[in-house]
């Protein structure tokens, strides 16, 4: 609906029911613009049958929690001047479980963090917990 309101082609949108981790349908796709609301602190991604998957350029993500998993597949689809967007938890700033803390700091070492914008409660329908822009 929302690229159909700002007439924005969708014949390459794909849907798979085995969700983006496990069934990546544009492995190759290497993207000027990602703008994304994943549904972050997903605990259901796969996580265990993905450990060694080539995304995870600076970690790999925790089996429970989608949440660095989802940044570094934006990351690996953009192309080499590409920029992404993307709304997540606000814990995923401070959690440090599983090597959260250690993808967070590569992601930033690399200067592939621009800025963080923090965004009040309560904020989405769907949620009432805080979330922030990064």
Request: aromatic share 8%; hydrophobic share 35%.
């Amino acid at each position: 609906m929302n690229l159909a309101i700002r007439g924005i082609d969708s014949s390459q949108v794909k849907w798979n029911n085995e969700g983006s981790f496990l069934n990546d349908s544009h492995k190759d796709l290497k993207a000027q613009l990602c703008d994304r609301n994943p549904p972050y602190n997903d605990i259901d991604w796969s996580g265990d049958q993905l450990k060694t998957d080539g995304r995870w350029k600076h970690g790999t993500p925790p089996a429970g929690s989608a949440n660095y998993a989802w940044i570094q597949h934006f990351l690996y689809h953009l192309s080499p001047s590409g920029q992404a967007g993307f709304v997540l938890a606000k814990g995923s700033l401070t959690s440090k479980s599983s090597g959260e803390g250690d993808i967070r700091k590569s992601l930033i070492e690399a200067r592939l963090v621009d800025c963080i914008v923090n965004l009040p409660a309560k904020l989405f329908l769907n949620t009432q917990i805080p979330a922030c822009l990064w």
